[in-house]
């Protein structure tokens, strides 16, 4: 399933939806379904999919932080973490997350339209670096996980970094030092 | 440091300070590297171009010392090296660094890749008497063997060297046309080298000195101490080598001195 590219989901997608249509929906369907959360509940598992996706979407090079499973990535780490205060600071941050996507909505965050969800992320990400509130310091957690998680995934890599891996260099374009000729 | 130790533990009527140590040298002296000043950098000219296949290369890049060298430097003695890297890597180190989310921030992220230098300063701490090892009297291991006290302090002439690591790395970077995104100037606490030295000096001055040139005891004959205690001083180059070309030295003598029965 790692292999998996984002063109590779859309075609399985539609391929769901024909052989639906044809009867043999079910089982494709379950081939696909997601493995349930073992940290997170549903509803958190859905939050943080999208928190990750705002942070690294997918654009036009390559597929975003969704596609890279960075959330399925972030749960297994936290089933295993042995500091429960590393579970407590996302459960709390994902609820405060919710609380101020409400206070600034009505809405919890997965409701909120996408301009809400993106001024919730801005005011997260208001002094990073030097983080103050509660809500800033998870955004500093957050973003250091779905960064480490996105950039170590196979579409990390291969795709949005095309990493080369280990090979010949036969030339090197170099750095003009000074501002002038010397290229080595 | 465990050499020095085990020295200091074997105590005999004839050796009453511990075993070779009738200079009272054993765990002083004691002496590392300093690092902790880095500058890092952005090359410019390489923001938004192709990726390369720098995982190719061996290794960073390395500045061997230029301090008092030719010229005295008027705050400081002795000299540090820098040590850096650059160009793409498999995983982008600065991403979490990186200010922002969303389309713009993946794209700098991107864009950035293979731009990125840094170096840090790796300098020479000076040897110094009162820099020191001894038994403690209180903390044992787990088969109740007094465990080392340290009282060692970094010293003026490593604070100065620390400050014009950041000075010249900085000057360096603005020289060769780096867009520079920071200069740290803290020194890591005493001991982050995890370079231990020169707690079983070497010297020609028994009264002053642990060993001799073979890292032999001036006390006695058939003790010889191989690893980083017979150092007179750390310079300012990672210490392995050193100890292997050392032990090296110390073999060949030992054996030709075996061989003439003086041992």
């Not at chain 2, 533990?9 to 765990?27: F, M, R």
């Not at chain 2, 500058?39 to 720098?54: E, N, Q, Y």
């Not at chain 2, 002439?157 to 803290?186: P, W, Y």
């Amino acid at each position: 399933m790692d292999d998996f590219t984002r063109r590779d989901v859309i075609r399985l997608g539609t391929a769901a939806t024909l052989s639906a249509s044809l009867g043999g929906g079910e089982a494709l369907a379950q081939a696909v379904a997601p493995p349930a959360p073992k940290f997170f509940t549903a509803e958190e598992f859905a939050l943080v999919d999208e928190l990750s996706e705002l942070i690294v979407p997918t654009d036009d090079h390559s597929p975003g932080a969704r596609a890279a499973k960075v959330a399925d990535y972030i749960d297994a780490r936290l089933a295993e973490a042995w500091d429960p205060a590393e579970k407590m600071a996302w459960r709390d941050g994902l609820k405060l997350v919710d609380r101020m996507a409400h206070e600034r909505s009505g809405k919890t965050f997965m409701q909120s339209s996408g301009d809400d969800r993106i001024a919730v992320l801005t005011r997260m990400a208001e002094h990073e670096g030097k983080p103050q509130r509660p809500d800033e310091r998870f955004f500093a957690e957050l973003k250091e996980r779905v960064v480490y998680a996105y950039y170590t995934s196979r579409i990390g890599i291969r795709q949005e970094m095309e990493y080369k891996g280990n090979g010949l260099l036969t030339e090197f374009e170099g750095f003009a030092v000074g501002g002038g000729d010397v290229r080595r | 440091l465990e050499s020095a130790r085990i020295m200091l533990l074997s105590k005999s009527s004839a050796h009453p300070n511990g075993i070779g140590n009738s200079s009272g040298h054993v765990g002083h002296n004691f002496c590392e590297h300093v690092m902790g000043p880095h500058v890092t950098g952005l090359a410019k000219d390489r923001v938004g171009k192709p990726k390369t296949i720098d995982d190719g290369r061996p290794g960073g890049f390395y500045l061997a010392r230029f301090r008092n060298l030719s010229e005295k430097h008027p705050r400081f003695i002795r000299g540090y090296g820098f040590e850096g890297s650059a160009g793409s890597t498999m995983f982008p180190g600065y991403a979490g660094d990186t200010p922002g989310f969303g389309v713009g921030f993946k794209k700098t992220v991107r864009d950035n890749a293979g731009a990125y230098i840094s170096m840090g300063g790796f300098g020479e701490v000076l040897p110094r008497y009162e820099n020191q090892v001894t038994l403690d009297p209180e903390v044992t291991d787990k088969w109740g063997i007094p465990a080392l006290r340290f009282d060692f302090r970094f010293g003026d002439n490593e604070k100065k060297m620390c400050e014009d690591m950041a000075d010249a790395g900085q000057e360096m970077f603005e020289e060769a046309g780096f867009e520079i995104l920071s200069v740290t100037r803290n020194m890591y606490t005493e001991g982050w080298s995890i370079h231990e030295l020169g707690t079983a000096r070497m010297g020609t001055d028994k009264k002053t000195s642990v060993l001799n040139q073979f890292q032999q005891s001036h006390d006695v004959k058939n003790l010889f101490v191989v690893d980083g205690s017979s150092h007179v001083s750390a310079s300012c180059q990672n210490p392995t080598w050193t100890i292997m070309a050392l032990a090296w030295r110390s073999c060949d003598y030992l054996v030709s001195e075996f061989q003439k029965g003086n041992l």
